[in-house]
């Protein structure tokens, strides 16, 4: 005769047998989804990376990865750099300084073309977004015939400090902290540029975004003498050579981002 009494003892050997398998698919889909993001992190220069990329990498849907990324999220091991645009980023084992990027051969021509074409001291800058404060850094400076200006502020600030930070914020399409930020980011948007002081008390800046396909990658700005921009007319020289710089790289960007196609 059956035993209608259920077995208290063969159901928890079973409960035992099937935590260690749930438990380790569990431990792995973490460091899938962990190793995902840090790859598309490194790969993309620090960028916050979209639920839809990391759930590709892990081998996940959608919801599964997400998910996993909001408990990563309570644990403090992951953040979202701008809330409710379902990007994520690493928020463990940050570098005190980051490391310079170092822009190609190709890159450093053009903006030495742009010094030359306006006169001003040209920089390119990158976007470092694993510190708990979005960073910009200058990684190339063509001075031409001007003196060399040192200055810590000019060569990592946070985003929002001035028009290099504030173009590749814009381009982001983060949520802004205000209503007038929002205002702000939006004006740059519509023009693709920004101006602004520059950390140099007498010079100002002119920047526009580089992209990457989709992705911002940097921004290329122009840092001429502030009482040179009283002139409309070389202002408005400054700023196209400017735009027509960004658009340049980003193509040249794009363009190396792209695979090639078999042969």
Same mark, same amino acid.
């Given at each position: 005769m059956l035993n209608a009494i259920p077995d208290a003892g063969a159901s928890a050997?079973?409960?035992?047998?099937?935590?260690?398998?749930?438990?380790?698919r569990a431990a792995r889909r973490t460091a899938d989804v962990l190793r995902a993001l840090a790859e598309l992190q490194h790969a993309g220069r620090g960028r916050a990376v979209y639920l839809r990329e990391v759930a590709a990498a892990a081998g996940l849907d959608r919801g599964t990865a997400c998910r996993?990324?909001?408990?990563l999220i309570d644990t403090g091991m992951v953040r979202q750099p701008y809330p409710g645009k379902g990007t994520y980023a690493l928020n463990w084992h940050v570098p005190e300084a980051p490391a310079q990027a170092h822009p190609s051969q190709w890159m450093v021509a053009r903006l030495t073309r742009l010094q030359a074409q306006t006169g001003q001291i040209a920089l390119l800058f990158v976007p470092y977004l694993l510190s708990q404060q979005p960073l910009r850094l200058c990684t190339e400076t063509a001075w031409g015939t001007h003196e060399p200006v040192r200055h810590d502020d000019l060569d990592i600030a946070p985003l929002d400090a001035d028009a290099a930070g504030l173009v590749m914020r814009a381009a982001? =399409?983060?949520r802004p902290r205000t209503?007038?930020?929002a205002t702000l980011l939006r004006q740059i948007r519509e023009t693709g540029y920004a101006t602004g002081p520059a950390p140099v008390e007498t010079h100002d800046l002119i920047a526009a975004p580089l992209m990457r396909e989709k992705s911002v990658a940097g921004a290329v700005a122009v840092m001429p003498?502030?009482?040179l921009m009283q002139s409309a007319r070389r202002r408005a020289d400054c700023i196209k050579?400017?735009?027509?710089?960004?658009?340049d790289m980003s193509?040249?960007?794009?363009? =190396?981002?792209r695979p090639r196609a078999a042969v």
């Open positions: 050997r079973r409960s035992v047998r099937s935590a260690p398998a749930n438990t380790g996993y990324l909001q408990a982001m =399409q983060g209503r007038a930020h003498v502030r009482h050579a400017v735009l027509e710089t960004a658009g193509g040249h960007l794009t363009g =190396q981002a």
